[in-house]
């Protein structure tokens, strides 16, 4: 985990989506924060030492979907489709599948596996797995106002946590979608699904994977009335518009500059907390300050 000392800070943007506006002050104290999203691997001890058993391995309640299909009430998750042709952007039910057997362990399926992906982000994680995960290791989960001025790594006002250009000199600075969403990924960063949570360059704390890769949990509740009617970019919004609903920020691999370009410290999202897809992780933190 990497210290990131208390301090006041510009949240939230004016220049991107309406979720993120007005430009406010907050201020946060100071808070330990896993310097990377937690993983494959960790997850794994978690379920090992623990027994856990995650959302998306258990079937569904069928009174939370009464208008589902019965033979759909069977342990699962979302998972990305890629269509082979252009769609309408409008219309997320053309790239989102309800895929049984897809779990934190088969991310595409039961046929798949996270065999090589160890130090992979862990996905197919609802809220309440990730509240789990974080009681069994002694932490907890970051507020909105603490991912944010974490992942800004010490710069005020800035697009990206590295500056205003997504990437410059050429660089990719983070696991996103290159090309025509979500038809077309060419993958110039050198991954099409997630990637090893190292592998892109650091913020200015020394964080990893502030944006990209993966959404991330926090614990803060999803907003005002009127941001609960706004539905999701990144998949299907289960539920009505009273479901519970918690912040998700940094975006993930499926955004792109033609659809859903938040992989920026100040974009967020609400998601129900029973959303379980492939592209939602998390990361953890410690309010504690060093030396006690």
């Given at each position: ?5 208390g301090?006041s800070?510009l949240?939230g943007?004016?220049s991107f989506y309406r979720?993120e ?5 907050a201020?946060?104290d100071?808070f ?21 058993v995650t959302?998306?391995?258990r079937?569904p309640?069928p009174s939370?979907?009464?208008?589902a ?5 069977v342990p699962g998750?979302l998972v ?5 042709r252009?769609v309408n952007?409008?219309?997320?039910l053309?790239w989102?599948e309800?895929?049984?057997?897809a779990?934190w ?7 798949s596996?996270i065999a090589g992906?160890e130090?992979h982000p862990v996905?197919?994680?609802?809220y309440?797995d990730a509240?789990?995960?974080a009681a ?8 909105e106002a603490?991912?944010e001025?974490?992942a800004?790594?010490?710069l005020e006002?800035k697009?990206?946590p ?17 090309g025509?969403f979500?038809?077309q990924?060419?993958?110039d960063d050198?991954y099409?699904?997630t990637?090893p949570?190292d592998?892109f360059?650091?913020?200015g704390?020394?964080?990893?994977d502030m ?10 509740p999803?907003?005002a009335e009127?941001?609960q009617?706004?539905?999701?970019c990144?998949?299907?919004?289960p ?13 993930s691999?499926l955004c792109?500059p033609n659809?859903?370009?938040?992989y920026r410290?100040s ?11 492939c592209?939602?992780?998390?990361r953890c933190v410690v309010r504690?300050p060093?030396?006690?």
């Amino acid at each position: 985990m990497i210290w990131i000392p208390g301090g006041s800070f510009l949240m939230g943007s004016n220049s991107f989506y309406r979720e993120e506006r007005p430009v406010r002050p907050a201020s946060v104290d100071g808070f330990w924060i896993d310097t990377y999203p937690v993983t494959n691997a960790e997850f794994q001890e978690f379920v090992e030492a623990t027994g856990y058993v995650t959302y998306s391995e258990r079937p569904p309640n069928p009174s939370m979907y009464p208008d589902a299909d019965p033979q759909m009430l069977v342990p699962g998750s979302l998972v990305f489709k890629k269509p082979d042709r252009p769609v309408n952007l409008r219309n997320n039910l053309a790239w989102w599948e309800y895929r049984p057997g897809a779990d934190w362990r088969h991310p595409q399926g039961p046929e798949s596996t996270i065999a090589g992906c160890e130090n992979h982000p862990v996905v197919h994680v609802a809220y309440e797995d990730a509240l789990a995960y974080a009681a069994w290791a002694g932490k907890e989960l970051p507020t909105e106002a603490e991912w944010e001025f974490a992942a800004r790594g010490g710069l005020e006002g800035k697009a990206y946590p590295w500056g205003d250009a997504s990437n410059p000199d050429g660089q990719f600075m983070a696991n996103t979608w290159q090309g025509h969403f979500p038809y077309q990924n060419s993958a110039d960063d050198g991954y099409e699904g997630t990637s090893p949570v190292d592998a892109f360059p650091a913020n200015g704390y020394g964080l990893f994977d502030m944006v990209g890769n993966t959404w991330e949990w926090t614990s803060s509740p999803y907003g005002a009335e009127q941001e609960q009617q706004q539905e999701s970019c990144c998949h299907p919004k289960p539920g009505d518009d009273k479901s519970v609903r918690r912040v998700v920020k940094g975006g993930s691999h499926l955004c792109a500059p033609n659809y859903c370009l938040r992989y920026r410290p100040s974009a967020r999202q609400g998601e129900t907390v029973d959303s379980s897809t492939c592209h939602i992780g998390f990361r953890c933190v410690v309010r504690q300050p060093p030396g006690t």
